[in-house]
């Protein structure tokens, strides 16, 4: 893994050198800051405005030090999430293949009452039931929403397992994660279909869904952390936003290759950590169109939710939104997202 890795990184290198070398010269400074804003706001969303300016706190340094106990060997992560049942791994496996076995899917959702549930509620929204005529059994459910609607179905409701209920604080945390998890999703699909490439939409969909699960991980070592630090440690600090900056992205991709998701998949997460700036972004987007697209759907999900909570003015977004969206479909799709809003308000 370490070598796959590193090969990677040197072609995404060579691939970065060699658009900087072709394009007029950027700043820099501008590109970096740019990019931490938006970053920093959303942060500041998510937690509140950090009160504690400290570089290092007990509880940024005793959740850090979980991560990386987590990440070093990989499977540790894994355990340390909501079980994936054994029915649920076995589906995700069948699913793999185009060819199959229906019954034998049917019969593992039948054993999963809250994925059952799901999956029917899928099939009777408005995304997938066009004809209006309810449905009641899991069957013709299956049927309506296809695959790539199951798989939806599993992992919104794995998902939903992992957004905090019990504090308010928390609670508070886990709505916002959540929605901005939907968003994401949403747009990603969106920027495909307006891509033209609607083949590939409903796995953009997936991407965006599950690329925020490394931020619930990290808010559930916060949780955890809470019973070993003093209790008015608060999660605002400029040294915990820091830390879920860095090891969000990289957790979400480690998750995603243990389950073993497919190839296209896990190869858009890991491109996430490699896109820094505006030249990374372009390159990448250039040359792997789905994790640019995913990329951009991020941003774009974060601008529209600081948007709704006037943490961000129409003017700020134009000039962020110069940096942070490359592609032509970003910008529509935000400027549709944005004329939406104002005509709600």
């Not at 009777?124 to 049927?143: D, G």
């Not at 997936?206 to 070993?228: D, P, W, Y």
Request: charged share 20%.
């Amino acid at each position: 893994m370490y070598f796959e890795e590193s090969q990677q990184q040197t072609e995404l290198e060579d691939e970065n050198v060699k658009t900087a070398t072709t394009s007029p010269p950027l700043n820099e400074i501008k590109i970096t800051t740019q990019f931490s804003e938006l970053a920093n706001k959303f942060s500041d969303y998510l937690f509140g405005t950090s009160s504690n300016h400290q570089q290092h706190d007990e509880l940024s340094l005793f959740v850090e030090s979980e991560i990386e106990k987590l990440l070093d060997p990989p499977k540790e992560l894994v355990k340390s999430l909501p079980l994936l049942p054994l029915s649920l791994t076995t589906l995700i496996d069948e699913l793999k293949s185009d060819e199959f076995n229906t019954g034998l899917l049917i019969g593992i959702i039948n054993k999963e009452p809250m994925v059952a549930a799901k999956v029917i509620e899928l099939a009777n929204s408005a995304k997938y039931n066009h004809h209006n005529k309810e449905i009641t059994e899991l069957k013709s459910a299956f049927m309506t929403i296809g695959a790539n609607g199951l798989s939806e179905g599993i992992f919104v409701n794995y998902l939903k397992q992992m957004t905090p209920t019990s504090n308010v604080y928390f609670r508070q945390y886990g709505e916002k994660i959540w929605l901005h998890s939907l968003e994401t999703g949403n747009n990603c699909q969106n920027l495909l279909i307006l891509n033209k490439s609607p083949a590939d939409s409903a796995t953009a969909y997936l991407i965006g869904l599950i690329l925020n699960l490394g931020a619930m991980v990290v808010f559930q070592l916060l949780i955890q952390a809470f019973s070993f630090v003093n209790p008015n440690c608060t999660p605002d600090s400029k040294a915990f936003k820091s830390i879920l900056k860095k090891y969000s992205p990289r957790i979400t991709y480690q998750i995603a290759r243990f389950w073993q998701l497919p190839e296209k998949v896990t190869q858009t997460l890991r491109l996430q950590l490699n896109i820094t700036d505006e030249v990374s972004l372009a390159n990448i987007s250039n040359k792997y169109p789905l994790a640019g697209f995913t990329f951009e759907a991020n941003a774009i999900s974060q601008i529209k939710l600081l948007f709704q909570e006037k943490k961000i003015a129409e003017e700020e977004i134009k000039e962020i939104s110069q940096t942070l969206l490359y592609s032509a479909e970003s910008r529509a799709l935000l400027s549709k997202i944005l004329i939406e809003q104002l005509s709600e308000s």
